[in-house]
């Protein structure tokens, strides 16, 4: 493959443009907290919809799960799967009661009847560690996409590009906060869409538009043979293979909607059925993205091959720009270098003002200052601590280069299905839970999902460990799901029925009320 560096770089600069314009337009409004957190919740249902898909499809869903069907086949598409079957816990159980109990971070939902200063602290943690286990990946990731679509191999240059990356970032975050974020991540996700919709169309008429001739050359262009089109090529050839790909499905599959940034998502539209109206939406765009993998990886192993891709300097990642590069040459590998930049800088830039408004809101505002803070300290906060997370992400990206950091995002769905999901469902669901509880499964489920982490193979003793050369593993599935999750549901129990703890009644039953008819539930 042999692009045109200056060509990419050319139509990302065009679109950075384009988002910097749209972000300064906006800017001019974020003028109060419900502003520059929630946007004053003027997006409506379908338009944070789109946003939402937005900040879900990363680039690890762009490019991985496409290379992941084209190396592994039907294995590889079980990804897909996961990621939209997800998407029912938010929409069935999480977003409209979030969203009227709510008003700026996933800290004032589980706190509303709660001691306030302990619990906030404790969401504030999760929040802060999941972001940050994100923000690496996106990070890193731009310098893997650095190197293989604009051919710069140095560490120091990919440094600089990372640099630029996060500078960018931080700019969409101070000055446009969620109502710039979020036309951000509208524009990424539009082009995304068109994106793959236009290589899927162009990969079917290829094939006369017959899905049975572009398998049958995908198997035949396969080293797996027919065995592509089948269960097993990737899991099941072990116990612990099938043991791990259970256990990364439980985070994908209950990870997604106790996701920070995508629960803050649900705070900038006007009221519970926008919110429910945003979950459709995303739901929409999300099944014509991943059906669309679908096609664009058994394209490109068809087209490319699975022996060229695995042996590119991106390995399985390189499958959607090799495919681009054989079907459009070098103006479609620039098209698809440019969405893949603005993807990783949309998602970062809302986990960004995701862990930054936590921070704020949580800790300084409602912990330090027990809820009463000077008037615009808040958001002063608020903007300091994005550009002190947007310095540490480009620092943490730095360090990562040339680390295996592929599998961070699953780590993150583990530990918010295991820190957030079961205290968000006890507290909307169990008038006994209690504080006590809250703490119990909040820090129970992050440190023993975080501790499992270290000591497996994602850590040390495996040929893609982040730790080369030593070996401390004890726990042998590279994700803790299986563990970590029911864990934290249980610690949750145990914690509300042994302790002395009660529950405020009365901040019960105004909860239930609330979350279901949304009687009192602001945004400002």
Known sequence: MTGEPLLNVSIFMVIVAVTLFVVYRVSS???????????????????????????????????????AIAVHGYDGFLYSIGFLVAWLVPLLLIAERFRNVGRFTMGDVVSFRMRQRPVRAAAANSTLVISAFYLLAQMAGAGVLISLLLDVRSGGGQALVIIAVGAVMIFYVLVGGMKGTTWVQIIKASLLLVCVLLMTVFLLGKFGFSLGNLLDRAAENNSLGDAVLQPGAQYGKTDTTK??????????????????????????????????????????????????????????SAIVGSETIVSAPGKENSAVPLLAFEVGGPILLAIVAAVAFTTILAVVAGLTLTASASFAHDVYANVLKHGRPAPGSELRVARITAVVIGCLSIAGGILAIGQNVASLVALAFAIAASANLPTILYTLFWKRFNTTGTLFSMYGGLGTCLLLIVFSPVFSGGPNSIIKGVDFSLFPLSNPGIVSIPLSFLLGFLGTVLSRDRADQDRSDELEVRSVTGIGATIG
Do not use: C, E, K
Request: proline content about 2%; aromatic content about 14%.
């Open 29 to 67: 409004r974020n003028v109060t907290t419900a502003d520059y957190y929630a946007a004053g919740g003027a997006f409506s249902g379908v338009q944070n919809g789109v946003a939402l898909s937005g900040d879900y499809l990363s680039a690890a869903s762009f490019l991985g799960v496409s290379g």
């Open 243 to 300: 043991l791990d790909f259970v256990s990364l499905s439980l985070a994908l599959v209950l990870g997604a909607g106790a996701l920070p940034h995508v629960l803050m998502r649900f705070y900038t539209v006007p009221n519970a059925y926008q919110a429910r109206r945003s979950v459709l939406s995303a739901i929409w765009a999300m099944v014509l993205f991943y059906l669309s993998t679908l096609i664009i990886g058994y394209g490109a």
